[in-house]
């Protein structure tokens, strides 16, 4: 079909054809400048994540936040003032021919995220950032509200990346422009898909906060022996239990969340799984399925590595472990992206052992 220059583009950019692939293969190709352009882009976009309610009692200074709760705990675990983790930025991954592996990042720029003003970083979170940690409702709740508002930010993210990719047909015909836009159009719908359950959460999460009514999220606390050896936050949509049975589909209309953070407050060291009372029955199911593990330190590292992009371990830890062990994580590191193998039923339900990461002392619903 011949498109006219005023026509709507094949590409679904929703430009007209004559701003968007009219002659797109006789364009010069995408620079590096164009790169840097695009990244530094990125490290600026800066907004507060408060509910409107709050946004009044702003601060007009953003903050680097860090949504590894208490500072102290990245630092329990480097070495240097660095420890282990991935960098998911486009340069860090061309780099490694698109391999993403642990490496060596320093704390002060791990897992930290522009989406706070100084004045609700500070005041929002003070009762687990300047107290030692206590499990309370309120506490579990404030711990599982910022990786949520780290995810909505990366996600847009995300998606400002995608539309930045469109342009790398630039100079190529049409197949191959064919091919990238496609590729990128099933990208982007899991984007926007993922966006919208995030903010359905959000807004509910938002209510919570804007009437304390912290009873409405649920949590499972594991309290740890001694300083966990891996540090995460962050939530997903559990697909199939420890157990390897389907839990849910992705394309049903609404989804249930599991919120997670890996933490050390100074004095304890907890892993803390956290749902929304609507999400309970699938959430539970999963939550059910690690509970009657004996082996429960072994599986929260196999799902933090296969499900978690913000997770950061000991430089020591990763070092001493066996070949075989860093072999399975730097597999699980790639699971679910492009070319490698999915996460499925058996992400979870297999596991090797003795990985030496968290040391359970007791767990329980709260
Ligand atoms: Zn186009
Ligand atoms: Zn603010």
Redesign the pocket.
């Known amino acids: 079909m011949k498109l006219g220059r005023n026509d709507k583009c094949w590409c679904d950019s929703g430009k007209k054809y004559k701003k968007c692939h009219l002659d797109r293969d006789k364009m010069p190709e995408i620079s590096r400048g164009d790169v840097h352009g695009h990244t530094n882009k990125i490290k600026n976009v800066k907004y507060?994540s408060?509910p409107d309610s709050l946004?009044n009692?702003?601060?007009k200074h953003m903050i680097k936040a860090h949504t590894i709760s208490k500072s102290s705990s990245l630092k329990s675990i480097a070495i240097n003032s660095h420890v282990m983790g991935t960098k998911h930025h486009y340069d860090a991954i061309s780099k490694n021919s698109g391999i993403l592996k642990l490496e060596s990042i320093g704390i002060n720029s791990a897992s930290t995220f522009t989406g706070?003003?100084a004045?609700?970083d500070r005041d929002l979170f003070s009762p687990i950032e300047n107290e030692i940690f206590i499990p309370t409702k309120k506490n579990c709740f404030l711990l599982s509200y910022r990786p949520v508002c780290r995810e909505v930010y990366a996600k847009r993210n995300s998606n400002e990346t995608a539309n930045f990719l469109r342009n790398f047909d630039k100079g190529k015909n049409y197949i191959e422009q064919r091919a990238l836009q496609t590729a990128l159009s099933v990208y982007q719908e899991g984007i926007e898909n993922s966006i919208k359950d995030l903010k359905i959460l959000k807004d509910k999460m938002d209510a919570i906060l804007s009437t304390d009514s912290f009873d409405n999220m649920d949590h499972f606390v594991i309290e740890l022996n001694e300083i966990p050896q891996i540090n995460a936050s962050g939530s997903i949509l559990p697909t199939f239990d420890f157990d390897g049975n389907r839990l849910q589909t992705l394309t049903e209309r609404t989804v249930s969340t599991v919120i997670f953070n890996s933490i050390y407050s100074g004095e304890n060291g907890y892993f803390i799984f956290s749902w929304l009372k609507d999400d309970e029955i699938i959430v539970r199911k999963f939550i059910e399925s690690l509970s009657n593990k004996d082996d429960i330190a072994d599986r929260l590292v196999a799902f933090l590595f296969s499900y978690c992009e913000n997770v950061f371990c000991s430089p020591n830890w990763w070092n001493d472990l066996p070949i075989d062990r860093q072999e399975d994580i730097n597999a699980r590191i790639m699971e679910g992206l492009p070319g490698f193998k999915p996460t499925d039923s058996k992400t979870l339900s297999t596991t090797l052992h003795g990985y030496g990461a968290f040391t359970v002392k007791q767990s329980y619903y709260l």
């Open positions: 507060c408060v946004k009692g702003c601060n706070f003003c004045v609700h």
